[in-house]
Structure formats: structure tokens, C-alpha cells
């Protein structure tokens, strides 16, 4: 194609190539193709109206009333039609004669953006600044399809509902929790008339009470019984259950009708020493017997005439015996040593007869038993110079003092018959003088406490039987006695002490162990044969003076805390007990007031 000429007819058309009409078209394209909030009309740019002339006819004097003529191209492929802007839009080429540039539009020829119908539904715009995808082939930008906007599914509008009503019952079941969820304390108690308290309302021995949360203080009390009060918390929707039987008050209660000597607990059985000191007597089942107890009231001078549940009994030895000081019991039953202090002319008719002993000696004898057959029952003398004595815990053994005339002082080891002797300690070199004597229950130490004069002297040894190691774990003198406790680790010794309140109860309880450490003085005066270990080793129990003219008190002491729990007992006479023992299961606790045998139920005054 030529070149345009400055000289060139300007009556005659101009050729125009395709490659020009594009260049053109690229020039005059506005900067923005679009613009984001104007949406590109889709679809084929309607043909502009135009009426050909039929005639040539030359050129109008004015420019704007001649409709341009589209210019004559080389045969190409068309440009890809580039839809108008209202604002601006593409002019066609001029015709001969006319200048290019925008020309005015004709009111009937305003443009019209296509409907729906005539291009679909509208596609959406891209966001500003984000280019558009690349027609392939053209190099001509794309438009980018769009999902429309999806309508909330039926399971999202389910799951919200759901959440809602969630939300609503819960506060509603919190606020329910917190103003007028209640516990439950169920009272179960027995007997059933008791007086019952919580926090001051008033209940039965069988109730459900239905409580805000909190805690309460419940009491409960009768007459003659052990006080019960508790305090219990009680907690929403849970139950806390109070199930009692009140403990009875126990009264002593004097098992045998007659007066007796003395009385020991051996292997669970109750012997006395009765009959004016002349037989032995075994206590069987419990009878129901009237009966005068003699005893002074702490109201008034009067002698009570009470009824109480006596014991059988039943001679074990025939009613020859006579002087008996102590007797030291067998594991089994079978033996026991006596001690019988001399006097010939009374003692001539029994079995302890002896006139080579002078009066007044303590003498020591074997009674066989023989299955409590009293026709041939034996004694035998072993001598008058044996001090205290004790048998190994199977009754194989037996171990004792002795101090002979001739100044010897010896611990002796013996068979249960007196024979193959074996001196275990020469007690004169280590000054202990006529101690006293215990064993532990594992057969494995004694204790040794001397009865001297020199009182300050009168320490607590012990004695590993198997070594003959002697150690003196109690350095402080004044000592009175000692005992061990059931596991053989821990022992109980009195030791003097002078009394302002009442002179007459002058010792003082304290426990240490066989190693001796761990020394602790127990809030207790009483003297050793009024005081034992329980069952466990872990308390002491032990009956204590109030004072004179005053009724005792019996004590659980706890040996690691020095606790004091009291077991309690009503009766309107005084009780002061000569002698206590009480029975292997801690349960009772037996005792001699004016010659008579009482037993008591030991009864503390808490509750597990």
C-alpha cells in the first residue's frame, strides 16, 4: 500500500489497510478497557444504522451532517469487536473529505447494552487491579467465570437452631444448679428415739433431709448413750449418709458374788483366787444373781443392792492353799509357779509345806495342775532364794533372780522343771540388785529394773537373752517397773514421781523404744500394774486417779501423739480400782473395788 502524498486529490478516497485500521483502533483505545464498578456488556457490538447515498454527489459543506463511510481493507481477519463506551465511543474511519475523530450520535443511535435474553446472564466483573486471563490464540483478554452466591444449606441452618437451644437449656440448667439443686443426708441411727439436730432443725432416726450444699453440724443424743456430732458437707445432687448405732454408757458390772484375793487373765480365761484365799477358781458362763456390791456412793452413805450378771465358777485346785503372794501362769494353763510366803504352822497342811525355810521367806513352788485334777495334783519346792521370775513365751523356759545366801547375784536361765540351769548374768558386778523381771513376746529381751534403795541407782536395762548383751536404755534413775508391747519394739515404764495433788499416786507413765530412743512421757499417773499396751502397740490404756474421794478415769493414750481419748462409764459410786488387767482385745477392762471383781466395757467417747 502507498504512502500518503501532501499533494494528494483530496477529492479522492484514501486506501486504508487493515494493518493501519488497526493501529488506529489501538490509538484511539481509551486507558481503562473497563472499569470495575461498570460492567462490560457481553455479547455482539450492534452495527451502527447508516443510510448509503445512492448518488455520488460531492462533499457537504458540513462535515457532521454526512455519515462516514467504513474504509475499503486488504482482506483480514477481523479484530475482535471491542464493546462501546457510552462515554467514548470508537470512531469509524472518515470518508473522503472528513476529518477522523469522534463524531456526534444521533439520538436514535445512542447506545442500548443487549438484554438477558439477547446475551446471557451477566458475567461477573473481576476486582479491581486483578488482569485479565488471556484469550488462547488472540493474545485477547478472557473473562473469568464466577460461582453465584450459595444459599445456606439446611444442615448449617439445623446445626444453628440446635446450637441455640443448647445454649438456652444449658443457663437454664445452670441457673437451675446454682438457685435449686439440693443433696440429700440420709439419717439411718439407732435406736430409733434419739434426739436429732442439723444445724438446729429437728429430725428422725430414719429421714431423708434435702439440703442446699454446704456444711452442717449433726448432733445426735440420748440419754444414757455417747453424744454423736459430725460435721458433714453436703454437695449438690450427691448424698452423704449418716449411719449410726449410739454407743451405750457401759456400768461396772461385778461378776462374782464373793470376795476374792486376787485375779489374773490367763489365755482369754478369768481366774480368781477366792474362798478366803484358799482355792483357785475358773469363771464360766454369766448367770443373773442379786446382789450386795457394798460400795459407798459418792451421793450418799448407802450400800446399793443391784442386780448383776454374775459368772459360774468352777474349782481348779482343791481348797488347800494358803499365803499366796503371786503366781506366775504357764502359756498353758498346766503350770504355774507360786509364791507363798512361810508360815509353817499355817501352811503345814498344804501343799507348800517346808520346814527348813524360816517364816516370813518368800518360797517358790511348781503346781502341776494335772488337768485340773484335784486329787493328784503336785508341787514342787524350788527354793527361797529366787526373786522375780518369768516364763519364756512357749513355756519352755523359765528366767529368775537369784541371790543365795552366800552373796551371789545371778540371772538364771532354767528348763520349766528348774533343770539345766545356765547363769546368763553375773548381776553383782553390773550392781543391779533385785530387779524386776519382764519378757517380751517374741522371747528375745528382758528388762531389768533394779529395786534398790539407793533409788537414783534404779535405772531400766535391757537384755538380749541370746548375747547376753546387757544395755541401759532408761539413764535416769527412780524407775519402778517395766513392761514390753505386743510387737516387742516399744516398752512402758513408771518411773517416781512426786505428786502435790495426791501423794499416794507417785508414778508417772512413759514409753521408749528397745533401742532406747524416742523417750515420750505420757499425761498419766498410775502405777505400772494399772496400765498395758492395747492390741496394736499403739496406745497405752490405763486407768488414772481424779483424786482422792474422786472415781478414776480410763484413758486411751496414743504413744506417737500423746492423744488422750477418755472411755467413759457412769455409776453412782465411787470406783477406784486396787488392780486392772484388761482383756487381749482391748474390749474390757477388769478390776478390784473392796475385794470385789468388777468388769467394765470400754467404751470411748468418739466415734470411728
Known sequence: MNNKDDNQNPDQEPEVSGEELEEYLKEKKPEKEKEPDQPKPLGPVPAEKSEAPTTAEPAATEPAATEPQPPTVEPAAPPEPTPPTPQTPTPSPAQPGAELGPRPIPESEEFKPPTEA???????????????????????????????????????????????????????????????????????????????????????????????????????????????????????????????????????????????????????????????????????????????????????????????????????????????????????????????????????????????VANGKIMTWLYDFKRYDLVSQESHFWGADIGDIVWSPDGENVYYYYAPAGGEKTLISASKGNQSLERLLNLKDESIENPRLAISPDGKYLTLVPRSKQYETN??????????????????????????????????????????????????????????????????????????????????????????????????????TGEKNEYVYKSSSIIKPEKVLFSADDDYAYFVITDYLYKMELVGNEYQ
Open 118 to 356: 439477547e446475551t446471557g446472564p451477566p458475567k461477573p466483573v473481576l476486582p479491581p487491579g486483578e488482569p485479565l486471563a488471556e484469550k488462547p490464540g488472540t493474545g485477547a483478554p478472557t473473562e473469568q467465570p464466577t460461582e453465584p452466591p450459595k444459599k445456606p444449606s439446611k444442615f448449617k441452618t439445623f446445626c444453628a437452631i440446635f446450637v441455640i437451644i443448647f445454649l438456652l437449656l444449658a443457663a437454664g440448667a445452670g441457673a437451675w444448679w446454682y438457685f435449686l439443686a439440693t443433696g440429700n443426708l440420709v439419717l439411718s441411727v439407732t435406736p430409733a428415739d434419739v434426739e436429732i439436730t442439723v444445724d438446729g432443725q429437728t429430725a428422725s432416726g430414719s429421714e431423708t433431709l434435702k439440703l442446699k450444699p454446704g456444711s452442717y453440724t449433726v448432733k445426735i443424743e440420748k440419754s444414757g448413750y455417747v453424744s454423736y456430732e459430725k460435721e458433714v458437707t453436703i454437695t449438690r445432687l450427691k448424698t452423704e449418709t449418716v449411719q449410726l448405732e449410739l454407743k451405750l454408757i457401759p456400768s461396772p458390772e461385778q461378776i462374782f458374788s464373793e470376795k476374792i484375793q486376787d485375779f489374773y487373765l490367763v489365755s482369754g480365761d478369768t481366774i480368781v483366787l477366792g474362798n478366803g484365799g484358799k482355792t483357785l477358781y475358773k469363771l464360766g458362763e454369766q448367770i443373773l444373781q442379786s446382789v450386795i456390791k457394798g460400795r459407798q456412793t459418792e451421793e450418799e452413805n448407802t450400800i446399793e443392792d443391784e442386780t448383776s450378771p454374775l459368772l459360774t465358777k468352777t474349782a481348779i485346785t482343791p481348797d488347800t492353799l494358803a499365803n499366796v503372794q503371786d503366781i506366775i501362769w504357764h502359756p498353758s494353763e498346766s503350770l504355774a509357779i507360786f509364791k507363798i510366803k512361810q508360815d509353817k504352822s499355817k501352811l503345814a497342811a498344804t501343799p507348800f509345806a517346808n520346814s527348813d
Open 459 to 560: 535405772y531400766v536395762y535391757l537384755l538380749e537373752i541370746l548375747t547376753k548383751k546387757l544395755t541401759k536404755i532408761v539413764e535416769t534413775g527412780n524407775n519402778l517397773g517395766a513392761k514390753f508391747a505386743p510387737d516387742s519394739e516399744k516398752i512402758l515404764y513408771a518411773t517416781y514421781s512426786k505428786n502435790e495433788v495426791e501423794p499416794i499416786e507417785y508414778s508417772i507413765l512413759s514409753v521408749i523404744d528397745i533401742e532406747g530412743k524416742n523417750k515420750k512421757k505420757l499425761d498419766a499417773r498410775a502405777f505400772l500394774d494399772r496400765a498395758t499396751f492395747n492390741s496394736t502397740s499403739g496406745s497405752v490404756i490405763v486407768a488414772v486417779s481424779a483424786g482422792k474421794d474422786k472415781t478414776d478415769n480410763f484413758y486411751k493414750i496414743d504413744v506417737e
